[in-house]
């Protein structure tokens, strides 16, 4: 696109602004959206619009009108359609207009269900109708819902591959349920696969954390082809580690060393000894390899077992967990050593479900984290290599 048309289309964002004011955000982000779903379609192409060019791969095939809901308003789009294309070539859609669109859907429907089912308050209307710009009728949730579950189900229940390693956490949402208030428990997993992507494996939603949870869902992963890990990697959840030892009983687990850190600091006997304390055990986690971790806990019990007696008991129990990813790799050792990829996973959730507040059901909850987590997967599983495996 030329600048000449840069200045236009700017020119018609502000005129529609100033004419319209607010009321007219949603035109003025369909003229910018517009905009740049035909430089997609020109870079797709290999040439703009009149354009002559060798590296052309089709023609320009007009446009087609559609109209969107926001939280600006009803936003009218005329999507780029292409024509001409090599036999066998995957089709032109713009990236802009599917990236986020599931999580999104899932959000509104999540409050939408609220407000129908009485759940909501005075508060939760007023952020349905600002979200989502529209109000809902129960047909239009039901119609919706059968449409994204439909989606979310069929990613969840994909095939799976080689998975060189496995990370586990959980996170608690509240939800009503039998007419109470109550924390509901999501499970989720990544994993590295054989290529060194990360991808997101799968979610559960369950009343509890409780091994026949966990077991569920690890058996859910391995009956959908997930085979070749080489670790798990997870903070010490006993139901977790029971479904560990019935489902994967031969797979080397890592307990988180950041859970290990905090835990820590509850035997610490003086607060003026946290610090040095959590610099130790530091010490011990970033050895160079399993011969020095081992000794640098030897002098840690050493050094505190008069002073910190319980702390070094409890050491001496727990750290050794924290120590199996010394079998791996010098180059796999640092982000493998922590549970912290999921966390860092666990926060967005957090970011959009802190907007619905609570959940009506199980499911309503599981369909916006599913959403949420197809859409990270889709960024990590087409991004940048997350370990190198030919260093294995």
Known sequence: ??????????????????????????????????????????????????????????????????????????????????????????????????????SERALKLALA??????????????????????EFS???????????????????????GNIKYLVLDARYEKIRHGGSVIDCAVLVAIGVAENGKRTVLGTSVALSEAEVHWRSFLMSLLDRGMHGIKMVVSDDHKGLKKALQSTMPSVPWQRCQCHLQRNAQAYVPKVAMKEKVAGDLRRIFTSGDRQEAD??????????????????????NNIPEGLTVFQLP????????????????????????????????????????????AEISDDWETGKVYLNMETE
């Not at 269900?113 to 529209?134: A, D, P, Q």
């Not at 129960?138 to 799976?160: C, F, I, P, Y």
């Not at 009506?360 to 599981?366: D, Q």
């Open 330 to 373: 010098v180059s796999h050792q640092k982000r493998m050593r922590t549970s912290n990829s999921i966390e860092r996973l666990n926060k967005e959730i957090k970011r959009r479900t802190r907007v619905a507040t609570l959940f009506p059901n199980e499911a309503s909850l599981l369909r916006l984290v599913s959403a949420i987590l």
């Open 113 to 134: 269900e609220m407000y129908i089912h009485g759940v909501s308050t005075r508060r939760v209307t007023n952020i349905t109708k600002e979200l989502c710009g529209i």
């Open 1 to 102: 696109m030329t600048h000449h048309e840069d200045d236009t289309t700017i020119e018609r964002v502000m005129e529609t602004l100033i004419e319209n004011g607010l009321d007219g955000m949603g035109e003025a982000v369909g003229i910018l959206y517009n905009a740049a779903m035909e430089i997609e379609r020109a870079k797709f192409l290999g040439a703009g619009r009149y354009e002559r060019s060798e590296n052309r791969i089709g023609q320009s095939n007009g446009f087609k009108n559609k109209t969107i809901k926001s939280r600006v308003g009803k936003i009218p789009l005329k999507i780029p359609q292409v024509r001409g294309l090599p036999e066998g070539s995957v089709g032109f859609y713009p990236k802009s207009l599917t990236k986020g669109i599931r």
């Open 295 to 316: 000794q640098g806990l030897k002098n840690f019990v050493e050094k505190y077992g008069k002073s910190a007696p319980s702390l070094t008991e409890w050491a001496e």
């Open 138 to 160: 129960s047909s239009d949730v039901s119609r919706a819902t059968q449409l994204l579950d439909d989606e979310v189900k069929s990613w969840r229940n994909r095939q799976l």
